[in-house]
T-cell receptor, first 113, second 113 residues
Framework: DQQVKQNSPSLSVQEGRISILNCDYTNSMFDYFLWYKKYPAEGPTFLISISSIKDKNEDGRFTVFLNKSAKHLSLHIVPSQPGDSAVYFCAASGAGSARQLTFGSGTQLTVLP | KAGVTQTPRYLIKTRGQQVTLSCSPISGHRSVSWYQQTPGQGLQFLFEYFSETQRNKGNFPGRFSGRQFSNSRSEMNVSTLELGDSALYLC????????????FGPGTRLLVL
C-alpha cells in the first residue's frame, strides 16, 4: 500500500522553464511534507518542506504547494537549471513524536541545456 | 557544522554473515533514523532512535537491529545476511525527530554475494 505516490518516474524540461513535480498521498494523518533531491551514490539532500497549516512555501527558486483537500503537493522549480537534474523524492510524516518519513518512489528530473 | 557521516561507505559481504554500519549525526541532533533504499522498493524506513531508545520501527525482520549511544551516534546491525539485503543504507539525523527536518548522510552501499 503506497501511501505516498509520485506517478511520473521521469520529467524533462528545457533550461530556464518551470519544472513541476507532483506527489499524491493517501494518509490523512500526514501533516508535514518534504522534498528531497538525490544524486547517484549520495544521500538525499533536503530542499524544502511545508506543514499542513500552510498551502505554500517558497525558498528561492523552489516553491512547494499543498492542496490538503486533494491530498496533493507539488514542487515548482523556476527557472530550471541543468544542475537541478536529479531524482526528486517527496516525503511525508504524521503527527506524533516519531517522525518516520514515508517516501514516494521518486521522479527523475532532467533539465536540458 | 559537519553533516551526517556514515561508515563504511562501501561494504561487500557474503550470505550468512553479519554487518554493522555506523552513523554520526549532526552535532546537537538527538534523533537518528535509518532507511534502506533498493531499486525495487525505494526508500523504506527501518527504525528511529532518540536518546538511546528505539522510538519507532518499520516493517523489517528482526535480523535488522540498531542502537544509539549517549553521544547520539548510532549503529545498525544486520545478521544472517541475505542477497536481498543488498542496498544503500541511509542514516538521517534531526534535532528531535518531531516536527524537525531530517538530514541524510551519504549512505553505506552494501553488497551481499
Amino acid at each position: 500500500d503506497q501511501q505516498v505516490k509520485q506517478n511520473s518516474p521521469s520529467l524533462s524540461v528545457q533550461e530556464g522553464r518551470i519544472s513541476i513535480l507532483n506527489c499524491d498521498y493517501t494518509n490523512s494523518m500526514f501533516d508535514y511534507f518534504l522534498w528531497y533531491k538525490k544524486y547517484p551514490a549520495e544521500g538525499p539532500t533536503f530542499l524544502i518542506s511545508i506543514s499542513s497549516i500552510k498551502d505554500k512555501n517558497e525558498d528561492g527558486r523552489f516553491t512547494v504547494f499543498l492542496n490538503k483537500s486533494a491530498k496533493h503537493l507539488s514542487l515548482h522549480i523556476v527557472p530550471s537549471q541543468p544542475g537541478d537534474s536529479a531524482v526528486y523524492f517527496c516525503a511525508a510524516s504524521g503527527a506524533g513524536s516519531a517522525r518516520q518519513l514515508t517516501f514516494g518512489s521518486g521522479t527523475q528530473l532532467t533539465v536540458l541545456p | 557544522k559537519a553533516g551526517v557521516t556514515q561508515t563504511p561507505r562501501y561494504l561487500i559481504k557474503t550470505r550468512g554473515q553479519q554487518v554493522t554500519l555506523s552513523c554520526s549525526p549532526i552535532s546537537g541532533h538527538r534523533s537518528v533514523s535509518w532507511y534502506q533504499q533498493t531499486p525495487g522498493q525505494g526508500l523504506q524506513f527501518l527504525f528511529e532512535y532518540f536518546s538511546e531508545t528505539q522510538r519507532n520501527k518499520g516493517n523489517f525482520p528482526g535480523r535488522f537491529s540498531g542502537r544509539q549511544f549517549s553521544n547520539s551516534r548510532s549503529e545498525m546491525n544486520v545478521s544472517t545476511l541475505e542477497l536481498g539485503d543488498s542496498a544503500l543504507y541511509l542514516c538521517a539525523s534531526s534535532l528531535t525527530g518531531a516536527d524537525s527536518t531530517q538530514y541524510f548522510g551519504p549512505g553505506t552501499r552494501l553488497l551481499v554475494l
